[in-house]
């Protein structure tokens, strides 16, 4: 239905002739169709329906599609649901689940602590503690997201569907940030821990080979293992619990020496330090100021709380708000009571020193002793490393997501033919993490730094999609309801601990800045590729004359028709024209096609006359867009979905559909099915 130029339009340039550069930017006529799912007539193949013909007013060489109307029938049994992420459908129990996610965020304690107690001092426990409360009201905000949007992809997957494509896109960039930073300062404190079990091992190479180890283990395909998870998590939690309750029995044993560090800690927390150990942070700050800089610092202690939205598809239903709620239990539990246990067995100065991590083993080595200094060390190299097999886990899944959404380049989802494993997303995440940690040279304090501004800006987004969901998505069903003032204070607090953050070492924006720059170049650029192109055949078809001229015209029209080839579907549940021109109006603002499928599901009994003359209206509209009208004589469900998604070979993160409304409210626009149902289509429209 996109109109070509004529044969007079003269070229650019002056030229003229029968061959038109610009002829790719009109992908000729579309098509009406009708698909019988559920019939009994004989089945044509698509290619039947939709051939390639010749078209003399663009050139012998050049080839537009002309649609003839058609029936099909779609039978057979569905083919298995594709999962977008590459995983399989089995389906993890709350403790797995648990424990997978659990890893991520506990294992933070083993740096926060002695970050926290370098910018709050003695006021540390009451630091982590806030940070607690604010992790409360998160639950409900990433509960009513997981509820309303059963989907992998966290803050990037509430965004797409509630806002445009780019600003997703700047979400994803934050988390992959975070993924780096988390895989990076994992990474560096656990070889800290080890050079407390080998006091011959460098930190620093020790990092490197770490990261590049696991690199090696994810390109022959051994990766995170939830058995092997739930151990690590078991022994972990079953080291903190002897930790905590054995600290607290030891510290009112051990009462002669206990008590007097904790009161120097408390009435004199400067007077302590060592000669030539840097001065902490928290010196010269009243409590206000040390409590609100402990905060920003702790807030790091709750890094991977947003993991179990990012495997939700692979949750049995109901389990997700449940490992929000085990996730916050245990930090509530845990981070406050070894912060402060800490206090009592150590020197404040002494810890805020240490912000290299292996601190709670030497707290562990002075309150029972040897033996259990090693075992702290060991649990902690375990739990920090299974965080750097979480990261790499986590980015390959995002990269390759954002590849196949057309964000990120197309290369990065190219698998080796040895072990099916996507090696270029993960060797340039081992570059990208190995130059990050040289960056710093091996500085864990600034990476700290970065890690908590990226955790915090995919936090902070994470509140503002809630909003955007209440707001643009309240039909939507969900079974868990974050009030609005909750939502405020969750989204006001984060804010206040990125801030507290760069204003005590306002380097990490540079750094920070460095990455989040290349991220967000390359992600833009591939949004105005096919712009760039154009521009560039403006200036070529000026410069250039003749046979070179034709040749770089006929060069660069292929490439951005290879870029627009990709046809995208939007379920439509009425004709109305302004509610089609919304979903055409978000398709071509967002995704690099010039081919729009919209299929609307009715009986066979259902006049279509005025859907027909809607499109052929909205045909005149957009000459540059091929709009075709599939009509399917089937229910609109999850199964008519996935046939229609087979049939047409159009992956289900091209399939569009408008809100999915709660209960039948005799709207004709009414979707009896749940977004988690279709599998990954997206909502591009309020109604």
Request: charged share 15%; with cysteine; net charge neutral.
């Amino acid at each position: 239905m996109g109109r070509s130029p004529e044969e007079t339009q003269p070229l650019v340039g002056g030229g003229g002739g029968k061959e038109d550069p610009y002829s790719f930017m009109y992908p000729g006529s579309g098509s009406i169709s009708i698909l019988d799912i559920n019939g009994s007539t004989n089945s044509y193949p698509l290619d039947n329906v939709l051939k390639h013909k010749g078209s003399d007013y663009i050139g012998e060489n050049n080839d537009v599609l002309v649609g003839t109307e058609a029936k099909m029938v779609l039978t057979g049994e569905v083919e298995k649901k594709k999962v977008l992420d590459g995983s399989d459908e089995h389906k993890i129990g709350q403790l797995f689940s648990t424990a997978i996610c659990g890893n991520d965020i506990t294992s933070s304690i083993f740096y926060t602590s002695s970050l926290c107690t370098a910018a709050a001092g003695k006021y540390a426990p009451v630091s982590l503690i806030l940070v607690c409360i604010v992790l409360y009201l998160f639950r409900k905000v990433y509960g009513e997201v997981g509820s309303a949007l059963p989907l992998n992809g966290g803050a990037y997957n509430v965004l797409l569907n509630t806002t445009t494509k780019q600003v997703a896109a700047l979400a994803a960039a934050l988390t992959m940030i975070s993924y780096m930073a988390t895989a990076v300062v994992s990474a560096s404190s656990a070889m800290s821990y080890l050079k407390v079990l080998w006091e011959g091992c460098d930190v620093y190479w020790a990092t490197i080979i770490l990261l590049g180890g696991f690199a090696a283990l994810n390109l022959i395909g051994i990766s995170e293992s939830a058995v092997v998870a739930f151990g690590i998590f078991a022994l972990h939690m079953l080291t903190l619990a002897i930790f905590v309750v054995g600290g607290f029995v030891l510290f009112f044993i051990q009462r002669e020496s206990t008590f007097q560090i904790i009161r120097d800690n408390w009435y004199n927390p400067e007077g302590n330090c060592p000669v030539g150990t840097p001065t902490p942070y928290y010196f010269g700050k009243n409590f206000a100021e040390a409590i609100y800089f402990g905060f920003g610092a702790a807030m790091l202690g709750v890094t991977g709380f947003e993991t179990s939205s990012n495997f939700i598809e692979q949750q049995e239903p109901g389990v997700f708000p449940k490992t929000l709620r085990n996730m916050w239990f245990i930090v509530s539990i845990f981070n406050p009571l070894i912060g402060f246990l800490n206090l009592c067995f150590i020197p404040a100065c002494e810890i805020a020193s240490d912000t290299s991590g292996g601190i709670l083993a030497k707290v562990a080595g002075k309150a029972f002793g040897t033996w259990f200094e090693k075992w702290v060390g060991i649990d902690a190299v375990l739990v920090l490393s299974g965080s750097v097999i979480t990261s790499y886990v986590g980015v390959i899944g995002l990269v390759r997501r954002m590849a196949l959404d057309r964000v990120l380049p197309q290369f990065l989802i190219q698998t080796n033919p040895c072990r099916k494993t996507t090696h270029w997303i993960i060797v340039l995440f081992f570059v990208i993490c190995s130059s990050l940690y040289m960056l710093v040279d091996g500085d864990t304090t600034t990476l700290a730094g970065v890690y908590t501004c990226a955790f915090l800006g995919v936090m902070s987004l994470f509140a503002i999609g809630n909003m955007l969901l209440k707001y643009k998505r309240s039909s939507l069903r969900r079974d868990i309801k974050s009030p609005w003032i909750g939502v405020l204070i969750a989204l006001f607090s984060v804010i206040l601990g990125l801030i507290s953050n760069i204003i005590k070492d306002d380097s990490i924006v540079y750094y920070f800045g460095i990455y989040f720059g290349v991220t967000i170049f390359i992600i833009m650029l591939m949004f105005i590729r096919a712009r760039i192109l154009k521009l560039f055949l403006f200036f070529t078809q000026i410069i250039l004359s003749g046979a070179g001229r034709d040749r770089v015209a006929r060069w660069i029209g292929d490439v951005i028709k290879k870029i627009n080839s990709q046809p995208v579907v939007f379920f439509a549940s009425k004709d109305d024209p302004a509610y089609l021109n919304k979903a055409i109006l978000y398709i071509r603002d967002n995704e690099q096609t010039n081919w729009v499928r919209v299929v609307h599901c009715c009986n066979e009994e259902e006049s279509t006359d005025s859907f027909s003359s809607t499109m052929e209206f909205l045909d005149k509209c957009y000459p540059k867009i091929r709009l075709d009208l599939i009509r399917v004589n089937a229910e609109f469900n999850a199964s008519t979905v996935q046939k229609i998604s087979q049939e047409l070979k159009i992956d289900l993160n091209f399939c569009f559909v408008s809100c999915i409304k709660d209960r039948d409210d005799g709207d004709p626009s009414m979707i009896p099915v749940t977004v988690g149902d279709l599998g990954g289509v997206r909502m591009i429209t309020s109604a």
